[in-house]
């Protein structure tokens, strides 16, 4: 069974940076992608941040320019640097195994971790 395991939320305010990452136990067949979805209270789970083998990225309108997704494969380990934080980016935020297509569709599979929670505040 792999796991996904989030760390780097915290605490930072308004204007403030974070970076995340997330550890993968193990590689994951059948997933050519990584990517970054974040929950917030009374929200709908959001796709944050996707990031391919091949290094292709994609973001959220609500990111871009703000947010950068990379991934170490030796390490297993993808990140996500936050900056300009505002308090709308508070939320607990979860790494996500799946496939991204030809079009820049993806497609979650059943590898989540726990989350790690975020909160923008002065």
């Known amino acids: 069974q792999v796991h996904l395991a989030e760390s780097g939320g915290g605490l930072v305010q308004p204007g403030g940076s974070l970076t995340l990452s997330c550890e993968a136990s193990?590689?994951?067949?059948?997933?050519?992608?990584k990517a970054w979805f974040r929950r917030a209270p009374g929200k709908q789970r959001e796709l944050v941040a996707i990031i391919n083998f091949g290094g292709r990225t994609d973001y959220a309108d609500s990111v871009k320019g703000r947010f950068t997704i990379s991934r170490d494969n030796a390490k297993n380990t993808v990140y996500l640097q936050m900056n300009s934080l505002t308090p709308e980016d508070t939320a607990v935020y979860l790494c996500?195994?799946?496939?991204?297509?030809?079009?820049?569709?993806?497609?979650?599979?059943?590898?989540w971790g726990q989350g790690t929670q975020v909160t923008v505040s002065s």
């Open positions: 193990d590689s994951i067949c059948g997933s050519n992608a």
């Open positions: 996500n195994a799946g496939i991204l297509d030809n079009r820049g569709n993806y497609y979650p599979r059943s590898y």
